[in-house]
């Protein structure tokens, strides 16, 4: 019997069976949604909060599993975005090449962009509740009360940071009797070995073990005593073995790990006992996409001198985070880089971008105080993305058909292929459509870069600011308001009616 549910959330990712239902995680919303496989329905959608940390919201929840030794704990890889208050070092030269120095001017929370986390959540009679999540990261000052929540990475311990290029979670398994958990870190191509009870701060990492390019998901053996982890870009399965509990706790009572004796603490019986297997023929793309991509996940020093950034934690997948960052320009939303980006120049929001040298320049060097790569590294990962394509709208958005085609006339009718019409629905152009200087707060530039509207769908928030949060919105701010329409129009936007809008908006998440 085949039952179909449908979730309210977009991109789900990962999928565990708990107690009386599924749980799944949703990538790019950070909700876990519950659902009940007797009756086929969500029951609920939950987002997992850091309760501790107003700055930081998780996304990016990846492969999630249930704790062995209590099935009614979820333990969910992601990533946490500090996206309000830092002052990212955008347009300023002050930190460019300063290797020790972060990759952002930080604002009043002090804490970095982005850090990899892991967070557990209750499972109760199938219904998640969001309140009796237990969180067990913490980037910032570790309290010294017991039992505080630990991340995997303290950003604020520069050293680790740093050093430590942990990034990108993907994937969980819990062993040793749920003491230990082996976060599988897809940028580094690392398993983070660490204790899962509360500890404070780095204390609770064990040790790395380099696993593979795209390292990504990871399976216990049937006895429990060897880990295979899969590495989707080079096609390869390393194997670990697992750490007795009785190890792990003799190992903490003689004091545990300091940041100082990190790399002499790796834990040695997680040292990779068959190196890599390859299971099949290497990729066969391109040499110049593979290492693009390989380049595009990589904490490497030359594109950015954050221990935990590389460019997919900002475009995970060659998709959007979702976030809105805050730049010294003001609020700019990651764009998707999928669809054929490097054709669709110029980049950026304000359109300060030519070709992939200058995002070396403006976006790794200037933002991430990157030291620099190479030309044809940089050329590399804009082959890559070349090969994203734009996702294909939601079965649901493109089953109205009639409505689909009725906003169509409508976007001709309102002039809107005059700026985002031919193949790459965008012009490619610079425009002042009301959404800038004037209109917006501290906002300091008053025209944008066209974006493509491909794969919309899935891209929102909208607007170089994403202060559009749905479309029917934007409809409503900017094109009833006569700001986002052609010159040369059919219809008289004042005019559209309740119905024209949602045809409009079919017709927009078709795309
Ligand atoms: C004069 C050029 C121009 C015209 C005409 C135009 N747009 Fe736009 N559109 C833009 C620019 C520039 C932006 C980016 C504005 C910003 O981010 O502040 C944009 C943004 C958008 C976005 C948000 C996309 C995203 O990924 O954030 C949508 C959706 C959109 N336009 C739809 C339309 C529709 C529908 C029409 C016709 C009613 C239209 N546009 C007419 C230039 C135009």
Redesign the pocket.
């Not at 025209?447 to 974006?451: D, H, L, N, R, V």
């Not at 928030?461 to 600011?465: A, M, T």
């Not at 986002?484 to 010159?487: A, C, I, S």
């Given at each position: 019997m085949v039952g179909r549910v449908a979730l309210t959330d977009d991109d789900p990712r990962g999928l565990a069976a708990a107690d009386g239902g599924l749980v799944v995680s949703h990538f790019t919303s950070g909700r876990l949604s519950v659902v009940d496989v007797d009756r086929d329905v969500e029951r609920d959608a939950v987002g997992l909060k850091l309760p501790s940390r107003a700055f930081f919201t998780p996304n990016q929840l990846d492969q999630l599993t249930l704790d062995p030794v209590d099935p009614g704990v979820v333990v969910v890889p992601h990533a946490e975005c500090n996206d309000d208050p830092a002052q990212f070092n955008s347009g300023s030269t002050a930190f460019v090449g300063v290797h020790a120095a972060p990759c952002y001017k930080e604002g009043p929370s002090g804490f970095p962009a982005v850090v990899p986390g892991v967070s557990r959540a209750e499972v109760v009679l199938g219904a998640l509740s969001s309140d009796d999540s237990e969180h067990i990261d913490q980037p910032g000052p570790q309290p010294e009360a017991e039992g505080p929540p630990c991340p995997i990475i303290n950003p604020l311990n520069r050293t680790l940071l740093q050093d430590v290029n942990v990034n990108g979670s993907a994937a969980v398994a819990v062993v040793a009797d749920g003491a230990v958990e082996l976060v599988v870190a897809r940028g580094s191509g690392s398993v983070v070995v660490r204790r899962t009870p509360v500890g404070r701060g780095q204390d609770s990492i064990l040790g790395v073990i380099d696993a593979g390019v795209g390292a990504d998901s990871i399976v216990l053996s049937p006895d429990g005593g060897t880990a295979c982890v899969f590495n989707a870009f080079d096609q390869s399965v390393t194997r670990c073995a697992v750490p007795a509990a009785n190890d792990v706790e003799s190992r903490f009572a003689h004091g545990g790990f300091t940041a100082d004796a990190f790399y002499d603490a790796r834990y040695a019986p997680m040292q990779r006992d068959a190196a890599t297997r390859f299971i099949g023929a290497p990729p066969a793309l391109p040499e110049d996409v593979v290492r693009g991509r390989e380049l595009f996940h990589a904490v490497d020093q030359r594109l950015t001198q954050n221990g935990a950034i590389s460019c997919a934690s900002r475009h995970p997948g060659g998709a959007d985070d979702g976030t809105t960052w805050s730049f010294v320009e003001r609020l700019r939303?990651s764009?998707p880089p999928w669809g054929g980006i490097t054709g669709t120049a110029p980049f950026h929001?304000d359109g300060v971008g030519r070709d992939m040298a200058d995002i070396r320049r403006l976006t790794s060097i200037g933002r991430m105080s990157g030291s620099g790569l190479g030309r044809d590294g940089m050329d590399a990962i804009g082959a890559f993305l070349d090969t994203i394509p734009a996702p294909a709208p939601p079965a649901a958005a493109i089953a109205a058909t009639d409505s689909i085609e009725r906003g169509a006339a409508?976007?001709r009718g309102?002039?809107?292929l005059?700026?985002?019409g031919g193949a790459d629905l965008t012009?490619d152009a610079?425009?002042d459509?009301g959404?800038?200087a004037g209109f917006v707060a501290r906002e300091t530039m008053t025209?944008?870069?066209?974006?493509s509207?491909k794969g919309?769908a899935h891209?929102a928030?909208?607007?170089?600011?994403g202060s559009?949060r749905t479309?029917r919105q934007?409809?409503d701010d900017?094109?009833v308001t006569g700001r986002?329409?052609?010159?040369s129009r059919a219809l008289d936007?004042r005019t559209l009616t309740a119905a024209q809008k949602d045809d409009?908006v079919a017709e927009?998440l078709s795309l």
């Open positions: 939303q764009p929001w409508g976007d309102l002039g809107c005059q700026c985002h012009d610079m425009h459509v959404t800038g025209a944008f870069a066209t974006p509207l919309l891209a928030p909208c607007l170089h600011d559009s479309l934007m409809i900017l094109i986002m329409v052609g010159t936007p409009l927009l």
